[in-house]
């Protein structure tokens, strides 16, 4: 009866989700699960309430693509195995244990022919030579070889499983990273559309200005021209009244009358003034700023949604005893004081440095540092590979393995294999650092002004860290993404 119950058992392991009954071609489906051919291929061929929704495991609710069957050879095998078994263990009954040829009790089993034997089948010459033994003595390899499979197959079942789930946590992640490039476009747009808009009012305010200023001059010049026309029609008509008169007439005051009328000088105004022909020149001029905003904001969208915001902690183990971290990570600040901080393999000993907590092994990546050097000093940023010498002095360089920049009041320094002062518009007080670890570009920028400072390029072969340092009291620095 136990054997019974654990072939009963065993047969429960193999059977089909959808009709209950005993696998038949099982076939396996992307999230794992096992299915009769004909049952699964008739359960895609029912159309669902929407459909154009793609399948889903009638179990799991995975969805998985109609294409996908794999035939399962080795649970098919497995199958065929437990249905012997369950025969035999139905035959094993009082009723129908018994040798359907000679009527006598069945206690023995042939490996060659897999035929049940009574003690008459056995003595038969069609067995004699065959390899025979009793029931119980046979079942107990395929028994084992049947554990060995359910235990393959649960394996096999819980790698897929684990595949699943490491996957869909990794769908998670990349579906948390579109929210967030989404958010970033949203954003940027919403501060372009507010830019636009006060652009516009400024233009347009312009624009009216010059609207007033120009009919303004065009009421003054028509007055003055009026003016110099009645002045000019007096004149005439005087002069055309004095030449109709007689001769004694004619000559009273001739000479003062032309005399009046030669030195009479036109005045001539103009209609548009040198200042307001000028101002309607330069209005182009006043489009620079939108120029100037559009193309940073183009090279700032495409930049943010080629390389992915990393969120930088200070790594304490790392810090020089000489810096002071804030709770968070986020903060560094240099002090003279030295802190009691415990010697380890990580630690800078000489070099006032920081390392990040995390380092990258791929992807491109950016963070910007706000560097504070109101009080003096200097502060160093860039990246390091992991191997970089932590103990005695370190050359901040790139054969060291070592890509950074050197902030300083007043002045800028790429620190290459000889340190090279940079010309730029300002002193950045952000600084952009972007990081394309397979095409090997250390990019720095002024996140404020967009202004390019320098870019190293090397061949990274192992992993790389945000590097940090600062010298001189009261110099700070602090992350964002």
Same mark, same amino acid.
């Given at each position: 009866? /136990?054997?019974?119950?654990?072939? #009963? ?11 209950? @009954? ?62 012997? +078994?369950?025969?035999?263990?139905? +035959? ?10 000679? @009527? ?10 897999? /035929? ?95 609207? @007033? ?21 007096? +004149? ?8 109709? !008169? ?5 000559? #009273? ?9 030669? #030195? ?16 309607? !020149? ?7 700023? +939108? ?26 183990? #790392? ?31 000489? /070099? ?57 009041? @007043? ?61 001189? !009291? ?8």
């Amino acid at each position: 009866m /136990a054997a019974a119950a654990s072939v #009963t058992s065993l047969a429960d392991e193999v059977n089909c989700p959808i009709c209950q @009954g005993t696998l038949r071609e099982p076939v396996t489906i992307d999230c794992g699960h096992n299915f009769c051919r004909g049952c699964l291929t008739r359960y895609c061929e029912v159309p669902g309430p929407e459909s154009e929704e793609p399948l889903s495991c009638p179990l799991c609710k995975e969805p998985f693509r109609p294409g996908s069957f794999r035939p399962n050879w080795q649970l098919a095998s497995v199958v065929e195995n437990i249905e012997r +078994l369950s025969l035999a263990s139905a +035959l094993g009954t009082e009723e129908e244990h018994v040798c359907q040829e000679h @009527g006598e009790k069945i206690y023995f089993f042939c490996e060659e022919d897999e /035929a049940q034997l009574c003690v008459v089948c056995r003595e038969a010459g069609e067995h004699r030579a065959h390899t025979v033994r009793f029931l119980e003595d046979a079942a107990g390899p395929y028994r084992e070889q049947i554990q060995k499979c359910l235990k393959c197959l649960r394996r096999e079942r819980e790698e897929i499983q684990e595949v699943q789930s490491r996957e869909n946590e990794r769908m998670q992640v990349l579906l948390t990273q579109v929210a967030t490039k989404r958010q970033q476009v949203i954003s940027e747009f919403v501060h372009l559309r507010q830019f636009l808009e006060e652009q516009q009012r400024i233009l347009l305010a312009q624009l009216e200005g010059l609207d @007033g200023d120009i009919l303004k001059q065009q009421e003054e010049f028509d007055f003055l021209v009026t003016g110099e026309i009645c002045r000019f029609s007096a +004149l005439i008509e005087e002069l055309e009244e004095k030449n109709a !008169r007689p001769a004694r007439e004619l000559l #009273t005051d001739i000479r003062s009358t032309l005399l009046r009328c030669e #030195t009479r000088k036109c005045r001539k105004p103009e209609a548009v003034s040198p200042e307001l022909g000028q101002r309607i !020149r330069d209005f182009p001029q006043q489009t620079a700023p +939108l120029q100037r905003e559009m193309k940073m904001f183009l090279e700032k969208l495409c930049f943010e949604l080629d390389y992915e915001p990393a969120h930088l902690a200070l790594d304490p183990l #790392t810090s020089h005893p000489k810096l002071l971290l804030s709770e968070d990570h986020q903060q560094a600040r240099f002090s003279y004081k030295w802190q009691n901080s415990p010697d380890n393999l990580q630690r800078f000993d000489r /070099a006032t440095c920081v390392l990040a907590r995390d380092g990258f092994t791929g992807g491109r990546h950016t963070w910007v540092v706000s560097v504070d050097l109101a009080h003096g000093g200097s502060c160093t940023v860039g990246v390091v590979s992991e191997g970089v010498q932590r103990k005695g002095e370190l050359r901040l360089r790139p054969e060291e393995g070592v890509w950074a920049v050197r902030l300083a009041w @007043g002045f800028v320094s790429a620190l290459g294999s000889f340190p090279t002062r940079l010309a730029l518009k300002g002193q950045p007080r952000q600084v952009r650092v972007s990081l394309d670890y397979e095409v090997g570009w250390v990019t720095f920028a002024n996140a404020v002004t967009q202004e390019h400072i320098y870019t190293f390029t090397a061949s990274f072969a192992r992993k790389i860290f945000p590097f940090f340092g600062l010298w001189g !009291r009261g110099s700070s620095f602090s992350l964002s993404s």
